[in-house]
């Protein structure tokens, strides 16, 4: 509609423009040409003299030469439809601004619309894409996971298999169990950890029996926090407290290394106790250990991901009397402040037990008075005063002191559990580790095969774990389903070929087992 009004206000000024000028050309009347003859002289009436005008305004003495008819006698008309045709344009022109004073806003709108719309379809495209891009990633990360465990799973066996459904099935349970006191609203078991000395240790399984009271609110982030700090003066509950949170941090699975100078015999019952008879040289080469450890983890950390360092296991510190550090071991200070900073992204959780909160009782580390207010989970555990009870307040990283009720607990002295272990062979399950998690490329020597002193002496071994003729050989066949004679050698021997002493004894042993197995098939 726009359009049409566009060129019928064309076409009228237009025609408007072609009358006006039709009007401005020719004339209306018809003209007398005439001349000035004195004495009928003809000399008087050359091109140049004569002259034009109306026949009613023809001077009396002038002479007639002749009349020139009108050449346009309708200049009026023109004219008037010249004005007409103009009017009508200009009117066109003003309906169509008032015509667009509506129309441009509401086109307007829906330019806008449109290009929402437009921006959306290409977003929701993109997203499209790269949640199929990110879905065939994941499924050819499970494919290639699978692929790998079932290659695992083939290598094991008989016996080896029975130990993994062993395992899983403890898990299962595990797991049902933990779900079951998450919905009761009781504390949260968690699953046996994945290092070798969980799966092989019987402490680590929950009793369906055993309902633990329900824990004060603050004691699960005391739990789950990776720093905490028990202090107090003595009889105010520390051990108390500190035993409690270790057997919660045992039971999800973490590795307990206890830092106790004073450890009484008994005290700490099924966890690894360090520096025991003041060995403060112990400790402190302990401490060297968790420098080179927090290392190695934050180099994992940066190649591999978190995945992998998470594979190695929680490793809680248990740091006992750390206000007789300071004079005792020079890496006292140092390990506060990796304690501070160090363990936070490598599962490395530290519980440190002392007298007070000021730098000299926490193993003399200076210039950490802001980090340990903004790093530590404090539990100041206030000894009984006269006819004062015993008094617990908490403070969280950054906040305040506030006190809470002192729950009634006893002090736990073995954590060992009850639970009667599997009764299975170290060195099935050392073999079972390395198929099923131990993915590391062999290493370049050969490791040290241990040694059972409850073998028998004329029952001959094979390969660093330890394994009989029988063993190997159904090991072996496993593997030949899928990998070559060299693979082989390396995956059971742990040994890169080549020409080392390693390569070439494994290589024999692995030649003379075949040769046996096929002399016994003949």
Request: glycine residues 6%; aromatic residues 8%; proline residues 5%.
């Amino acid at each position: 509609m726009t359009r049409a009004n566009n060129v019928t206000g064309a076409v009228l000024l237009s025609l408007g423009l072609i009358c006006g000028g039709k009007s401005l050309t020719g004339t209306q009347i018809d003209l007398v040409e005439y001349c000035f003859k004195p004495y009928n002289s003809s000399r008087f009436c050359t091109p140049d003299k004569r002259y034009t005008a109306p026949l009613a305004e023809l001077p009396p003495k002038a002479t007639r030469l002749r009349v020139i008819p009108a050449s346009n006698p309708n200049k009026p008309s023109w004219g008037l439809a010249a004005f007409v045709l103009c009017c009508g344009a200009y009117a066109l022109s003003k309906g169509r601004e008032q015509r667009l004073v509506v129309l441009v806003p509401q086109e307007r709108e829906q330019i806008k619309t449109s290009w929402l719309i437009t921006k959306l379809r290409s977003a929701l495209r993109l997203q499209k894409e790269a949640f199929t891009a990110n879905l065939d990633y994941e499924f050819h990360q499970w494919s290639e996971t699978r692929r790998v465990r079932s290659a695992q799973l083939n290598s094991l066996s008989p016996q080896e298999l029975m130990v993994y459904q062993q395992q899983v099935r403890a898990m299962a349970e595990a797991e049902v169990e933990r779900q079951n006191q998450q919905l009761l609203g009781s504390g949260t078991p968690a699953l046996p950890g994945q290092s070798l000395d969980d799966v092989i240790r019987g402490d680590n399984k929950i009793s369906a029996g055993d309902t633990p009271a329900l824990p004060p609110s603050w004691f699960k982030d005391a739990v789950s926090y990776h720093c905490v700090l028990v202090w107090g003066g003595q009889d105010g509950g520390k051990t108390t407290a500190a035993s409690q949170i270790v057997k919660a941090r045992k039971d999800r699975g973490d590795r307990i290394l206890v830092f106790d100078p004073h450890a009484a015999k008994g005290q700490w019952e099924g966890l690894e106790v360090i520096g025991a008879g003041m060995d403060y040289d112990a400790i402190d080469q302990a401490m060297a250990w968790y420098f080179t450890e927090c290392e190695r983890r934050y180099k994992l950390l940066r190649s591999d991901g978190v995945e992998t360092v998470e594979k190695l296991g929680r490793i809680c510190l248990v740091v006992e009397e750390l206000t007789n550090y300071a004079d005792r071991c020079q890496n006292s200070g140092e390990f506060i402040r990796a304690c501070l900073s160090d363990n936070r992204k490598i599962f490395m959780n530290v519980l440190c037990i002392a007298h007070g909160r000021t730098l000299s009782t926490l193993g003399g580390a200076k210039g950490v008075a802001k980090t340990r207010d903004d790093s530590f989970f404090e539990l100041h555990c206030i000894p009984p005063l006269g006819e004062t009870p015993r008094r617990w307040e908490v403070k969280y990283p950054a906040g305040e002191f506030y006190p809470v009720e002192v729950p009634k607990w006893e002090t736990i002295k073995n954590f060992s559990s009850q639970a009667e272990r599997l009764p299975i062979d170290r060195t099935v399950l050392e073999r079972h580790w390395e198929l099923e998690f131990n993915l590391l490329p062999p290493q370049a020597e050969p490791v040290n095969r241990p040694q059972d002193k409850d073998l028998a002496i004329d029952e001959q071994r094979f390969t660093p774990f330890n394994l009989t003729r029988q063993q190997v050989l159904d090991l072996i066949e496993s593997l030949q389903l899928n990998l070559n004679q060299t693979q082989i050698i390396e995956r059971l021997w742990r040994c890169k070929k080549g020409g080392s002493t390693a390569w070439k004894q494994a290589h024999l042993e692995f030649k003379d087992l075949i040769r046996e197995r096929d002399a016994d098939i003949s």
